[in-house]
């Protein structure tokens, strides 16, 4: 099924999202867009080229309560915290990072051990993901091209939309999807015309040119085992980390998680919150030992976590070549070059 409707009039079709569940979407802010639940359906603007931090936190927020309790009373009267889920809405997520939902599934549903927070809301909520504009040349920092991901790929989306001058075309891609598209009394019936411009911008997107060295999944799983011994080659790559973590957190398969308990006046909060291996302390043991002290060995790690043991272990590289992290570094540091350069070592 096939829909369209202009892009003049998008807020119609948010507020009538609106009416079924949360819509979450990129809203402008002061430093860049970010994906947030609109409260206005005007807030929705088609007008950014990716947001600054991944869509991961609507299925995995940056801090979430899991239980509350007082200090010195019996356990068995802390309170879990409702989960207190409802329809969502994705809305305008870039094809990278769609295929980055895939990654994250292994890890929070995947492989025996069910994380219930992300696997209900997963379930809960309906992806609208949308092409890049080809018309557009990508951001330096991107390579998702590289990785086999195309610039307008549907697969993974509910509903895949593509930008068609004025008219913003919606394509339903699951059933899911398709109840949702036939219930959206807003969006009018595309045209054959639309349909094949629909299928050649897909097919345009695979030709969509990020950066131009291919990666392979086990050749470099294995060029990085070789270097993981080459402490030059990695001081080198590291040389100007600041290990603020910045690159960690915008990551959309990044899913690394500390627990910790807050108390205050006798009123505990049992919280995860993100966490980043690029933190000096991610690794500090009760001991006082520490087996991560060197900046290049926290770098080592989260690069060849990506690139090497996530791929010997469940088979795809954990990156999607979102340009995110090259984006956040203050000091430039640009993942990408350190696998290039891994190729040519
Ligand atoms: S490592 Fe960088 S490019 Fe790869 S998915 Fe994470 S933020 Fe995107
Ligand atoms: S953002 Fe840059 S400086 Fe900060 S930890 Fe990541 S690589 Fe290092």
């Not at 609106?18 to 979407?25: E, S």
């Amino acid at each position: 099924m096939l829909k369209k409707t202009s892009i003049s009039e998008i807020s119609d079709l948010a507020a009538q999202l609106m009416g079924k569940g949360a819509l979450i979407a990129p809203v402008r802010e002061e430093a860049g867009f970010n994906f947030r639940e609109i409260s206005d359906a005007k807030q929705v603007d088609l007008n950014f080229y990716n947001t600054i931090i991944s869509p991961k936190s609507a299925f995995f927020p940056q801090t979430e309560d899991f239980v509350r309790y007082q200090t010195g009373k019996d356990i068995l009267e802390a309170t879990p915290v409702e989960l207190n889920i409802k329809p969502a809405f994705l809305f305008g997520v870039r094809p990278c990072d769609v295929k980055s939902f895939e990654i994250m599934d292994i890890h929070f549903t995947g492989t025996g051990a069910v994380d219930p927070y992300w696997q209900k809301r997963r379930e809960a909520a309906a992806i609208f993901g949308y092409a890049f504009d080809l018309n557009t040349p990508a951001d330096g920092a991107d390579f998702y091209s590289t990785l086999g991901i195309g610039a307008a790929d549907p697969e993974g989306s509910d509903v895949f939309m593509i930008k068609k001058g004025d008219d913003l075309l919606l394509k339903a891609i699951t059933p899911k999807g398709e109840k949702l598209l036939a219930e959206m009394s807003v969006l009018s019936d595309a045209t054959p015309d639309d349909l094949n411009y629909f299928d050649d911008t897909v097919a345009a997107g695979r030709a969509f040119k990020t950066r131009f060295t291919c990666v392979e999944a086990k050749p470099i799983a294995k060029k990085f085992e070789d270097l993981f011994g080459n402490t030059e080659f990695w001081e080198k790559v590291s040389n100007a980390c600041l290990s603020c973590g910045a690159c960690t957190f915008v990551c959309p398969t990044c899913y690394c998680f500390d627990i910790c308990d807050e108390t205050l006046f006798g009123k505990g909060t049992r919280r995860r919150v993100w966490d980043a291996c690029m933190f000096t302390d991610f690794t500090l043991e009760a001991s006082g030992h520490n087996p991560r002290t060197k900046v290049y060995q926290r770098l080592r790690q989260k690069v060849c976590h990506k690139y090497s043991y996530h791929i010997r272990k469940y088979g795809p590289i954990s990156c999607v070549g979102c340009g995110r992290c090259t984006r956040a570094c203050p000091v430039n540091i640009d993942i990408f070059s350190i696998v290039d350069e891994a190729m040519k070592a």
